[in-house]
């Protein structure tokens, strides 16, 4: 069976809370993608930053993003999996909090991967992949919390 540490992206880009959402989004480019997760100074996840956190929580309400910070707009809490679970489970994770990205951490809680959906397909069987690619695809309601 296979597990997380199989297929996972090893010591993926990181920042802290007072990361300017400018470095996050360089970070972003040059390490092609689209999740930065947010780390304390234990290197434990306490959040992660998004492409769509930016556009939702500045852009889209007429802020600055060059004057904020990752942890003014990180989506929290942060959902992780641990290095040793299994593909099944880390599915299972990412569908039911409907995310397509999912920070790891080993058995100290610190961050040490990232799992993302692309990952999944790659390695998972395909009814796997589908089920995850169905249940994290699914229409949310249209809420006006970010407007």
Known sequence: MQ????????SPACCGASTSLEEVARMMIVHDCGEIPVLDDLGTPIGVVTDRDICCRTV???????????GQ???TPCV???VDDSIHECCEVLESNMIRRVPVVDSKGRCCGIVSQADVARAGDEHET?????????????????I
């Open 3 to 10: 597990k997380v540490r199989d297929i996972m992206t090893r």
């Open 60 to 70: 889209a309400q007429g802020k600055n993003p060059i004057e904020m910070t990752a």
């Open 73 to 75: 707009v990180m989506s």
């Open 80 to 82: 992780t999996v641990n």
């Open 130 to 146: 589908a089920e995850l690619v169905r249940e994290i695809s699914r229409p949310l309601q249209a809420t006006s919390t970010f």
